[in-house]
């Protein structure tokens, strides 16, 4: 039975890998911060057929241990601090796990056992003021906040490790990706929730940033499938996944309200608090090195995802409300 570690097995990304890693038949082990409020969500449904392991991406001996005990075949680096605008409140915080922590983790196997297969989660996030439109593998990076930047240097020594001790390490550059299970903070399910919430007469006004940003968005549960497919290559490389298509922040709120009958324009504010310092304006990716060698594609469309979405937060509050009926 291979066997796998993950990183960040709580997050959205996490818990839909662990989903697929144990329908390809894995045995997987999941790191978890020490913390009193360990949020498990995501993970409910799965949490008796994976084993949850303590340790941290700021503490080498940590992550040492568990490989020497549980000696995976593939590492998965899905942990970070991963939200644009915290990472300007908590830059060395950021800089610690979402940069550091990669060497950490690499480095670890490069002394237990460099046979391991590495995955490393990178971010459109790196393009930031795009040099080139769309962004491929080959695009020069010129990232645009604390995070951007700390991605930078977690796809270098990614790189880094492969070219100095022949590691089997990738980096996958994957563009935005989004679920129900996306954090309520990021802009995708904060308008599904906010749609759900004015629909069900639970709020009136919806308080935004810049809606003119444009993005990549895909369906997380496609993205996890083509982190596999990147291990289960002979040769390590590097890959973008990504539709292809382009969104405005405003297309976003339009096709979330529209498909709940109402017009965005009589909800949706802006406020300068959730404008960022610095922005990345655009971001389409050029998915076709990851069609050509691993058959990737993806399965959802935009309104397709969006849609879900709104379904998913509707249903989850009608529940909510019945049950504090
Ligand atoms: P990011 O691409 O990793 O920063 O993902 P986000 O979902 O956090 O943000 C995507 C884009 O939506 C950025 O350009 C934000 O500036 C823009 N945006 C506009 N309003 C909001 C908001 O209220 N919250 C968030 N998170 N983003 C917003």
Same mark, same amino acid.
């Given at each position: ?6 990183t ?9 890998l662990?989903?697929f ?5 894995y045995?997987?082990i999941?790191?978890?911060r020490?913390?009193?409020?360990v ?6 449904a ?5 084993t949850?392991?303590s ?5 080498q ?6 490989l ?9 680096n ?23 922590? !990669?060497?950490?983790? =690499? @480095? &670890?196997? /490069? ?9 490393? +989660? ?14 491929k ?22 790189v ?14 994957l ?23 004015i ?7 919806? !308080?935004?940033?810049? =809606? @003119? &940003?444009? /993005? ?9 499938? +083509? ?25 976003l709120?339009?096709v ?18 959730f404008m ?31 849609e879900m979405?709104?379904d ?8 909510e ?5």
């Amino acid at each position: 039975m291979p066997k796998a570690f993950i990183t960040g097995i709580t997050g959205q990304d996490g818990s839909y890998l662990a989903e697929f890693l144990l329908d390809q038949g894995y045995e997987i082990i999941g790191l978890v911060r020490r913390s009193s409020t360990v949020n498990f969500e995501r993970i409910g449904a799965i949490q008796d057929r994976i084993t949850l392991v303590s340790g941290d991406l700021l503490d080498q001996t940590s992550l040492t241990q568990i490989l020497e005990q549980y000696r995976p075949d593939e590492v998965y680096n899905l942990a970070a601090q991963s939200f644009v605008p915290t990472s300007w409140q908590q830059p060395v915080f950021t800089g610690e796990v979402t940069a550091l922590g !990669v060497t950490r983790l =690499l @480095d &670890s196997i /490069r002394t237990i056992d460099s046979g391991i297969r590495f995955y490393q +989660a990178s971010s459109s996030e790196m393009f930031g003021k795009v040099r080139e439109v769309p962004q491929k593998e080959t695009t020069p990076f010129y990232p645009r906040s604390p995070y951007g930047v700390a991605k930078v240097y977690g796809h270098w020594i990614t790189v880094n490790y492969r070219e100095s001790y022949g590691l089997h390490a990738t980096s996958g550059i994957l563009f935005n990706h989004e679920s129900p299970r996306r954090g309520l903070e990021f802009v995708t399910r904060k308008v599904t929730d906010g749609v759900a919430r004015i629909k069900l007469g639970l709020q009136d006004r919806l !308080v935004m940033g810049n =809606l @003119d &940003s444009r /993005r990549d968005w895909g369906y997380a549960k496609d993205y996890v499938r +083509a982190m596999w497919m990147m291990l289960q290559q002979d040769e390590a490389s590097d890959y973008v996944i990504a539709t292809g298509e382009t969104h405005s922040v405003e297309e976003l709120c339009r096709v979330a309200f529209e498909h709940a009958d109402l017009d965005w324009k009589a909800h949706v504010v802006q406020d300068q608090r959730f404008m960022r310092p610095a922005e990345v304006d655009l971001l389409v990716g050029d998915a076709s090195k990851a069609g050509q060698i691993l058959g990737w594609e993806p399965k959802y469309t935009f309104q397709q995802l969006i849609e879900m979405m709104v379904d998913a937060d509707m249903k989850r509050l009608q529940k909510e409300i019945k049950n504090n009926e």
